[in-house]
């Protein structure tokens, strides 16, 4: 939920209903009212302006808060970005061909690639169905053009897969992160 739109609504609507009573109090007291205005007149005016003034500082705070985790999320991202990339420079040829020669895995259990195309649809939508996450592995979505962080997939106790919807061409990294070690996959999605 964000936070800045709810405090916005209730500022606005603390406006709205200070204005209706400031307007009814007016043309009571200049149309010549028969009784005189109570003390709890304006206690609820102020009230109203008083949470609408809170209201306005809410989203100040929560818009100051919520750039310092945006910016923390980009530097965190882009430095993984990185060192991921870095140290995946030796080609997925090789590392399959070395792990056959070792015999230690067959040809079912190869890993996934360490690039992938995508082609979007009439809709727009470019799929990345059933991508394999193996167990304790986060998997973030990052843009390759801003380092913005599109979605993050929290590990889990069990390997499973995970489908991501692409709306935009461009690059993309895939990052799955074991808390130790760190593979990057390149997405293009292009037309």
Known sequence: MNYQILLLCVAIVCLLLFLMQWFRQAWHILHG????????????????LIVAVLAVAGMGVVHTKTEAATSQVAKTSSSKVRR?????????????????????????????????????????????NNFAVPAKNQLQIIDAGNGNVLQTFPGQAAAGTVNYTFTKEGN??????????TKTIAVSVSR
Do not use: E, F, M
């Not at 070792?102 to 799929?127: C, F, I, M, S």
């Not at 993309?172 to 070690?181: E, F, V």
């Open 84 to 128: 991921a990339v870095s140290s995946s420079s030796q080609p997925a040829q090789s590392k399959a061909a070395n792990t056959n020669r070792q015999g230690t895995q067959q040809q079912g259990d190869l890993p996934a690639p360490d690039h992938q195309d995508l082609k979007l649809d009439q809709n727009g939508h470019a799929v990345l």
């Open 33 to 48: 009212g028969t009784q005189p205005l109570t003390w709890n007149h304006p206690a609820l005016n102020w009230c109203l």
């Open 172 to 181: 993309y990294y895939l990052i799955l992160t074991d808390g130790q070690q």
